[in-house]
T-cell receptor
Framework: AQSVSQHNHHVILSEAASLELGCNYS??????LFWYVQYPGQHLQLLLK??????LVKGIKGFEAEFIKSKFSFNLRKPSVQWSDTAEYFC????????????FGQGTELSVKP | GAVVSQHPSWVICKSGTSVKIECRSL??????MFWYRQFPKQSLMLMAT?????????EQGVEKDKFLINHASLTLSTLTVTSAHPEDSSFYIC?????????????FGNGTRLTVT
């Protein structure tokens, strides 16, 4: 069965610090990869996605993620975080033969101190 | 952009009663919708796949007789929590791929906070 693992449960950073959130998945076939963000009191929003092509994908708000197939990883990065990035971040995987179902990681809570 | 509307946003009910949650795709047709459940400080767990015009597909461990799903039209799926109990209290979220493409990123509703007293 597919699974998604996010390494960090809670990350605390100061503004302007760099961010990297780990995400690993277990599935041997072709996958689509996503990062979603959930701001306090709001619904999930798509940050970025990878379907194919360039493994380095850029998303909204300065976020990017790199797909490393050999490591089954899709880590999220941002060079300089802002207080407004405080949120919960979810990595998700959709296998091409699974009819659009998304399997989510446990989530990482990011707290950015002003 | 594609919008998924969920109603109600929150509901409080007494133990033993049933609660219906609606999920609508406002500007696109959705032959498939997904229902997730999120416990506090935890991730989203897929409960079931709602299929327009046919039976829903439930994930392992989800009671289909307790969580009734109906996908009556291309824009509406409903989740009914039957005979709710306090352990059913959770955040329920629906989602749908715009245009019916499984490779499209899912758009999520705002969720429904269910509290069973």
């Amino acid at each position: 069965a597919q699974s998604v693992s996010q390494h960090n449960h809670h990350v605390i950073l100061s503004e302007a610090a760099s961010l990297e959130l780990g995400c690993n998945y277990s599935y041997g076939g072709t996958v689509n990869l996503f990062w979603y963000v959930q701001y306090p009191g709001q619904h999930l929003q798509l940050l970025l996605k990878y379907f194919s092509g360039d493994p380095l994908v850029k998303g909204i708000k300065g976020f990017e993620a790199e797909f490393i197939k050999s490591k089954f990883s899709f880590n999220l990065r941002k060079p300089s975080v802002q207080w407004s990035d405080t949120a919960e971040y979810f990595c998700a995987v959709n296998a091409n033969n699974q009819g659009g179902k998304l399997i989510f990681g446990q989530g990482t809570e990011l707290s950015v101190k002003p | 952009g594609a919008v998924v509307s969920q109603h109600p946003s929150w509901v409080i009910c007494k133990s033993g009663t049933s609660v219906k949650i609606e999920c609508r795709s406002l500007d696109f047709q959705a032959t498939t919708m997904f229902w997730y459940r999120q416990f506090p400080k935890q991730s989203l767990m897929l409960m079931a796949t709602s299929n327009e015009g046919s039976k829903a597909t439930y994930e392992q461990g989800v009671e289909k007789d307790k969580f009734l799903i109906n996908h009556a039209s291309l824009t509406l799926s409903t989740l009914t929590v039957t005979s709710a109990h306090p352990e059913d209290s959770s955040f329920y979220i629906c989602s749908a791929p715009p245009g019916g493409s499984y490779n499209s990123p899912l758009h999520f509703g705002n969720g429904t906070r269910l509290t069973v007293t």
